[in-house]
């Protein structure tokens, strides 16, 4: 693609959980064509009908706009952009189901934040090597979005990465609204791993509240976690100024401070004593994305000969290998350096 970006006349969401439906709704406010995809057909009715995801987003009325359907296919016809909105570790069963139907020449946008386990890829990564797609191909969605909040239309920013700028400017100009403020960044890399790390990190801060540590422990995780992030990023090629922006310092703070980041809550059930069965429980069922990614990471860092002893004090605790009482202890007794 080159010259002058061109509009994006239609758009399908695969994935009606909570992000994918808010940004299903960001499409929409935006003027952009958009049909939502839902596994279950209750979801797409209830949708289509009520204007309401009464599982995710029940107390938010979606625009009229926002069209929604059960059948994949019937998402994908005549769409110029797919959007992926799937947890990380499933991402690459569901793409192996669709890739027969997807357009060929799409814009690809990938959601999710996760390291896939088993081959240590990033979710672009995952998208080329099922779908065959080129590198310029795949886009990025990535900063601090609680969707929550954005489905209420509170104001915040993102960064849509892309190697190919006339393509990451269509994305952005498709979901640019009066709350929604979306840059353009061709450091896909940066971006993917400022979103998988920092919900490892949000999992130590929440732990350390558990645990009854302060707003002096939760900004010493997040600034020395972004130090983690950035060396891991940075040996795999990305620009350190990207970790410096949304798609880094900006997702770490929001998902590491807010009481609605589903990673710090499951971090401090654990930092309260409770099992990772039984924080999965208090968090309505639901394994945070850190959890899954954390082994992912930390081999990764391992590979690259990068130090990330937050990321691998959090593997630990999620492996019941030691006590979040204990990992805590190590860090703060680990030995004097420079910064």
Same mark, same amino acid.
């Given at each position: 693609m080159s010259g002058t970006p061109v509009p994006l006349r239609r758009v399908a969401v695969l994935g009606a959980g909570t992000w994918g439906t808010t940004f299903a709704k960001v499409l929409a406010d935006a003027g952009t064509p958009v049909t939502l995809w839902a596994r279950r057909a209750e979801v797409a009715e209830h949708v289509a009908l009520d204007r309401c995801n009464h599982e995710y987003l029940p107390d938010v009325t979606l625009p009229a706009a926002l069209a929604a359907t059960a059948d994949a296919d019937e998402a994908l016809d005549g769409a110029d952009a797919v959007v992926l909105a799937l947890p990380a570790q499933r991402l690459r069963e569901n793409l192996e189901r669709w890739t027969g139907h997807l357009p060929r020449g799409v814009t690809l946008v990938s959601l999710a934040k996760g390291v896939e386990r088993g081959s240590l890829l990033r979710m672009s990564e995952v998208i080329r090597e099922v779908t065959g797609a080129a590198a310029d191909e795949v886009a990025v969605v990535s900063g601090p979005n609680l969707a929550g909040e954005i489905a @209420?239309?509170?104001? +915040? *920013? +993102?960064? %849509?990465?892309?190697?190919?700028?006339? $393509?990451a400017v269509s994305v952005q100009h498709a979901c640019s609204t009066g709350y929604f403020k979306p840059y353009t960044n061709a450091d896909v890399v940066g971006c993917e @791993?400022?979103?998988a790390c920092k919900n490892v990190i949000a999992l130590a801060c929440g732990t350390a509240a558990g645990l009854g540590y302060g707003d002096n422990t939760t900004a010493s995780l997040i600034t020395r976690g972004l130090a983690e992030i950035s060396r891991l990023a940075v040996a795999l090629g990305a620009e350190q100024m990207t970790l410096a922006g949304l798609a880094g310092m900006g997702d770490?703070? *929001? +998902?590491?401070?807010?009481? @609605?980041?589903?990673? $710090? $809550?499951?971090?401090?059930?654990?930092?309260r004593g409770l099992s990772m069965a039984e924080a999965e429980e208090a968090n309505h069922g639901q394994v945070a994305e850190g959890v899954k990614s954390c =082994? *992912?990471?930390?081999?990764?860092? /391992?590979?690259?000969?990068?130090? +990330?002893?937050? %990321? =691998? *004090?959090? /593997? $630990? %605790?999620?492996?019941g290998e030691v006590t979040a009482k204990e990992v805590g202890d190590e860090l703060i007794n680990r030995e004097l350096k420079v910064e």
């Open positions: @209420l239309e509170q104001p +915040t *920013a +993102t960064v %849509v990465a892309c190697s190919d700028h006339e $393509r @791993l400022g979103g770490l703070v *929001a +998902t590491c401070s807010s009481p @609605l980041s589903r990673n $710090r $809550r499951f971090g401090e059930a654990l930092g =082994d *992912a990471i930390g081999e990764l860092a /391992r590979r690259h000969g990068v130090d +990330t002893p937050i %990321v =691998d *004090a959090v /593997r $630990r %605790v999620c492996a």
